[in-house]
């Protein structure tokens, strides 16, 4: 077994500015379930098919850009601008699972990489394939994704040697940094907008915990202060207005939930409250009127950022979080990356403030909009998750697919973020603080540390009975708090088999604080009922549907779960549908499906019509399956939706 040396996914063990700390990645381990699968996938799957894909030159051409940057071979650069991130993203996946397996094969892998991102590197510690190879001028544009490469480099050079404890990749991350440290902190005017993808803050405050050199703090700071400290920004890249005094969620999905993980890092560090203060009320804007029911947060391809009707501020903005209750779903795009940046960023909200409702919202993306990106194959992706498809007629607009795609030259980013996240998934289960153990998601696992070992064992998300076992008892008292998700009305708890008077509401953490023996046992009883969720009237792509959750899942209706000849569209869900769960472990991979009666109006011939009189058209009984959203789309082209028109 690999020599851990961890500190969580993030290393905020010493940050003075927030509640809980990362539990270490390294003590936590899947044993069984739902998320014990998926890392199993990941491992023998998906990280060996994106490492495959990438050194080759002619699919993926990654590991051949740095090769060429190292005099290693002679050739060109192709593929995207952030073409390095897929290298990085791997590296860090690679030592999440390491740090589970202690795979000698994948540690050498990882060692002969490194030697050739050092040997890419320039002497003054600048590394940016896309840049050196084609010889161009560094920082003349921001989408030239210099910083986002870099930044990368700098996170997974961090996990790296704290899983490791080997010191060369966090080298060439110092070097690198140490060059940004030169470039930026006089605050080049020039340079004021070079800035795009901003993951250099989040990478530079984790290399500030890591090595406590104070310059990659500062340096952090600087970034965040550099966004609207100029005219001539954009709202594409959250540069128009300057974060503390921004009101609203605008601009690139990607960047702006980059930016504001990046932030929250920055507040652990610092307790700017300035910058706390405009986290917060940008987290409400984005979820009480700007995020899907499956929590995408991404509704645009393109679309124009207007503030409150000024005209002058319309930003053209691709990848666009979009105006509020602006959702439509035939056309949405719900970019991976785009849900996994908001997974970062409420990850470290949670951290900063214990509360449930940033855990909860992590759950909603985990199972629904950044699973639903991976295919159950392991080997095939969405960059959109759309929420209604219409079939082999679908017009496709960018980065839409009938089915699921390889990446290749272009298309890189979501299925490397998919790998490291699905990784690290284990290091978001608890967080510690001086009270004791916060068990925030629910999966069978072993969490093992000085203080306390617990044992998790549940077959959650398709049940809602949870079971923690003490094999190792703290001496004196401990708490242990469990979220209770905001959906989970009447949740109980027991000890040793007898129920609590401890509260536990919906979206706050149950806590409980006792001696522990060895042995003792938790259970935890979280009703599954099925939901039907409506939207806020101002949706009006939801208005007078319903969507199905039960649990955390949200559900979806596919046309091969429906008699051959019936269209989706037809479907109608009576306000009293009686949808009964029952788990098919040869279904797609496993899952728990919804069965129940409901209505068929046929469409009739639309030919050569947009409109027409309403039809009389009786409707008709028909039993239908629906099944959970994140695993739509792995039996062939095919129609489907999430939200469904309710009689």
Not at 125 to 140: E, H, L, M, P, S
Not at 203 to 228: C, P, Q, S, W
Not at 273 to 280: N, V
């Amino acid at each position: 077994m690999a020599a851990i040396r961890t500190y969580g996914i993030i290393k905020n063990d010493a940050s003075p500015h927030c509640t809980l700390r990362n539990a270490d990645i390294g003590a936590v381990r899947w044993t069984d379930g739902f998320w014990a699968e998926q890392f199993k996938r990941c491992n023998e799957v998906t990280l060996p098919h994106l490492f495959k894909l990438a050194a080759d030159p002619n699919t993926g051409h990654a590991l051949t850009n740095l090769r060429i940057a190292a005099g290693l071979e002679k050739g060109e650069f192709v593929g995207t601008h952030w073409q390095d991130e897929w290298i990085y993203k791997w590296l860090e996946a690679a030592s999440a699972i390491y740090g589970m397996t202690g795979d000698k094969a994948l540690d050498r892998q990882m060692d002969e990489v490194i030697d050739i991102i050092g040997k890419a590197q320039q002497p003054d510690g600048y590394i940016a394939t896309q840049i050196t190879v084609r010889g161009w001028k560094r920082y003349q544009n921001p989408q030239h994704h210099e910083l986002y490469v870099m930044g990368h480099l700098l996170t997974a050079a961090c996990l790296h040697h704290r899983i490791t404890g080997k010191p060369a990749l966090l080298e060439v991350a110092r070097k690198a940094a140490d060059h940004l440290h030169v470039t930026f902190k006089d605050r080049d005017p020039s340079l004021v907008h070079i800035q795009n993808n901003v993951s250099q803050i989040m990478g530079l405050v984790e290399l500030y915990r890591t090595t406590g050199e104070r310059k990659y703090l500062d340096l952090a700071n600087i970034f965040i202060d550099m966004h609207g400290a100029a005219p001539g920004g954009t709202d594409l890249r959250q540069s128009r207005v300057p974060l503390r005094k921004e009101t609203e969620v605008v601009g690139h999905s990607v960047f702006w939930s980059y930016f504001y993980a990046g932030a929250a890092d920055a507040y652990m560090e610092t307790g700017d409250r300035s910058l706390l203060d405009a986290l917060e009320r940008l987290w409400h804007d984005l979820v009480e009127k700007k995020m899907y029911v499956q929590g995408g947060c991404c509704a645009l391809h393109r679309g124009l950022s207007v503030r409150k009707g000024v005209v002058w501020t319309a930003d053209d903005v691709h990848e666009a979080v979009g105006p509020p209750y602006h959702l439509p779903n035939a056309t949405a795009y719900n970019e991976t990356c785009a849900q996994i940046g908001c997974l970062m960023w409420n990850w470290r909200m949670l951290a900063i403030t214990g509360e449930a409702r940033f855990a909860d919202v992590m759950e909603r993306l985990t199972y629904n909009s950044i699973l639903s990106g991976i295919g159950l194959d392991g080997a095939s992706w969405f960059y959109t998750n759309i929420l209604r498809w219409h079939g082999k007629d679908h017009p496709l607009l960018s980065a839409d697919a009938y089915q699921r795609f390889q990446p290749g030259r272009n298309h890189i980013c979501c299925p490397s973020n998919l790998l490291r996240t699905v990784a690290e998934m284990h290091g978001y289960l608890y967080n510690i603080s001086d009270e004791g153990v916060w068990v925030n998601h629910y999966g069978g696992s072993v969490r093992d540390c000085e203080r306390i070992r617990l044992t998790q064992t549940t077959r959650y998300p398709w049940e809602g009975k949870v079971r923690i076992r003490i094999d190792r008892a703290p001496t004196g008292s401990c708490a242990i708090m469990l979220r209770i998700p905001d959906w989970a009305e009447g949740a109980m708890i027991k000890v040793n088999g007898e129920a609590i008077s401890v509260a536990a509401q919906p979206g706050t953490y149950a806590k409980i604080e006792r001696n522990w023996s060895k042995g003792d046992r938790i259970e935890l009883a979280l009703p599954m009922d099925v939901r039907l969720i409506e939207a806020h009237p101002r949706v009006e792509e939801a208005r007078n549907h319903v969507a199905v959750m039960r649990g955390p899942i949200v559900y979806c209706l596919e046309s091969p779960d429906l008699p051959e000849g019936v269209k989706v569209s037809e479907i109608r869900i009576p306000r009293k549908i009686n949808l009964r769960a029952r788990h098919e472990k040869d279904l797609l991979g496993g899952v728990t499906v919804l069965e129940g009666k409901a209505k068929r109006v046929k469409e009739g011939d639309w030919t050569g019509k947009l409109y027409r009189p309403l039809s009389e058209e009786l409707a008709e009984d028909i039993l239908i399956r629906l099944i959970p959203y994140y695993a739509w789309s792995n039996r062939g082209v095919s129609e489907m939706t999430v939200w469904m028109p309710v009689r």
